[in-house]
């Protein structure tokens, strides 16, 4: 890029108070905005640069180093794809400030509605060091986001008479009794409630032999009593009743669950049954050719992630996105703190302690201790169904695009009508969760059920603190699916008949990051004007 000269610079400057409490919330008041315009940038343009479109902006803080100053980046953004259809040009705009102001790096983004694909954006780099652009093509890690693909095998599989909902796991694997397990259902399992968020004599180098991963998961004792629906069990246990998210424990109980009911691994199910038939890349143990097309995630540190959440919100505050006195004491940052607290106090942590379920969750594999793992090559190519599925938005939207058709899109079937309503299928009331710390309502399928009552996004209960739907007002709550740690989403809405796929390279802290959520918002806005 060296040589480009911008096409245009927009360049905002705010007056900002920041103060910190004596109990350390951090408050950011906007007293001010001015906007400098003028000459050849009076108006915001953009350039095609060879197969690209060239932005160039300014915006307030660094990316990396995330230090909360009046210093000013120079941000390229390359648009590698640049498809949206008349009526969607909002979605465009949100995909586009995001970069300008929420310290998006590179990232992708993909809609179906009614069947057609209506945005289809890619833009960015690699990192903020390289002018590798970032297109549609570049393969990413989506952490939770593959949990999607993990419950419609599950639903495939049911749908194809092998699994059954409410059947214990132990019957279609025996072993899996062991230490009072034997009353597990698959649907308990699926909606994080087995009792089995962490598997500790399980390391990541186990996952490459799946005989000997199968025997380590079938001897895990229970963390707790699973709970159904009523909140009941059939055996007398001293253990509580309690429901905890899974984060990647979870897809590992699937794994062979899938594989004795089907003789394949679930990696090599969707390759075979879902990516291979919609012509689309979604890996779950990704081959070793391909790890030169998967972009590494940024700003993975402990440290750098608190950061990112300060920084963010900075940004967030620029583009006016939140209430000018919004401060840090909110359900994410209380969820941070408690983590953080129970992580320092290790194994000393006692079963009783409130933060030991969250530990625990986040402690499996040691992957989300150590930051380096997931950009690492054994991260890829083991098979951890609930978290390293290795994709791009593409994929993503095209996969739900046939779940937001019900089953059915493209000339592909993925679930019967009957199978798609059972997996779809939810409780009237959402569970709390002891790892997340909020209420989830979940769907047979493992999926986040959003209430069309406004309580719920994603299936996570938004706590009156946040004033989240204060700053979204658009949002359609009433969507499946689920996210990925540091923003990935995947979403439909067989109602509306709409399906999102995204992606990024910059990692998010919060529980609900903002970047996906902004376009959403966008999304209902155009999809409301459309329906007018």
Wanted: net charge positive; with cysteine.
């Amino acid at each position: 890029m060296n040589g480009i000269s911008p096409v245009f610079t927009l360049l905002t400057v705010l007056d900002l108070t920041i103060t910190i409490s004596q109990s350390h919330n951090l408050t950011i008041t906007t007293t001010q905005v001015h906007e400098f315009r003028g000459g050849k940038f009076e108006n915001i343009q953009s350039k095609c640069v060879g197969n690209y479109q060239l932005l160039t902006f300014v915006r307030i803080g660094r990316i990396f180093g995330h230090v909360l100053d009046n210093s000013f980046v120079t941000i390229v953004m390359l648009l590698s794809q640049d498809f949206v259809a008349p009526g969607f040009e909002r979605v465009r705009e949100a995909f586009v400030e995001n970069f300008r102001s929420r310290l998006e790096v590179g990232a992708s983004l993909v809609i179906y509605y009614k069947g057609k694909k209506v945005v289809d954006l890619a833009g960015g780099v690699w990192n903020t060091k390289s002018n590798k652009p970032y297109t549609p093509d570049t393969l990413q890690i989506v952490f939770s986001s593959t949990k999607v693909v993990e419950g419609l095998v599950a639903a495939m599989l049911v749908d194809r008479g092998l699994l059954d909902w409410n059947e214990p796991v132990a019957r279609y694997w025996p072993e899996f009794a062991q230490k009072d397990k034997e009353h597990i259902t698959v649907r308990q399992l699926l909606k994080h409630q087995a009792g089995l968020v962490h598997v500790p004599a399980l390391k990541l180098t186990d996952l490459k032999d799946f005989d000997r991963t199968a025997k380590l998961l079938a001897a895990q004792e229970l963390y707790w009593v699973p709970q159904d629906e009523r909140g009941v069990h059939p055996t007398k246990s001293k253990l509580p009743v309690r429901q905890a998210y899974h984060a990647l424990s979870r897809g590992l109980f699937v794994n062979e669950l899938v594989r004795r009911v089907d003789g394949r691994t679930l990696g090599r199910f969707v390759f075979d049954e879902i990516a291979k038939p919609l012509g689309i890349e979604f890996y779950v143990g990704l081959p070793a050719e391909l790890e030169p097309r998967v972009c590494p995630l940024l700003s993975l540190s402990m440290a750098q992630r608190m950061k990112v959440i300060f920084s963010q919100l900075y940004c967030t505050c620029l583009a006016k996105s939140v209430h000018p006195s919004h401060h840090l004491d909110t359900a994410e940052s209380r969820f941070v703190k408690t983590l953080i607290s129970g992580m320092k106090k290790g194994k000393r942590l006692p079963k009783t302690d409130d933060t030991y379920i969250m530990v625990a969750t986040v402690s499996c594999l040691d992957v989300l201790l150590k930051p380096t793992v997931p950009n690492s090559r054994l991260y890829h190519e083991v098979e951890i169904p609930s978290a390293n599925g290795v994709t791009n938005a593409r994929a993503i939207a095209k996969i739900a695009n046939v779940l937001a058709n019900r089953g059915r899109a493209d000339g592909v079937q993925l679930l019967s009508e009957s199978a798609f309503e059972r997996a779809h299928e939810h409780s009237p009331h959402p569970v709390f969760d002891e790892a997340v710390r909020r209420d989830i309502h979940l769907c047979n399928g493992g999926w986040g059920k959003g209430t069309c009552d406004g309580s719920g996004l994603f299936g996570i209960t938004i706590p009156d603190d946040n004033r989240f739907l204060d700053r979204f007002p658009e949002l359609d709550k009433d969507s499946t699916g689920w996210c990925g740690a540091g923003g990935s989403l995947f979403q439909w809405n067989a109602e509306k008949n709409y399906a999102i796929g995204y992606v990024m390279n910059t990692m998010g802290m919060q529980l609900v990051v903002d970047r996906p959520i902004l376009i959403r918002n966008a999304l209902m806005h155009c999809i409301r004007a459309l329906e007018q």
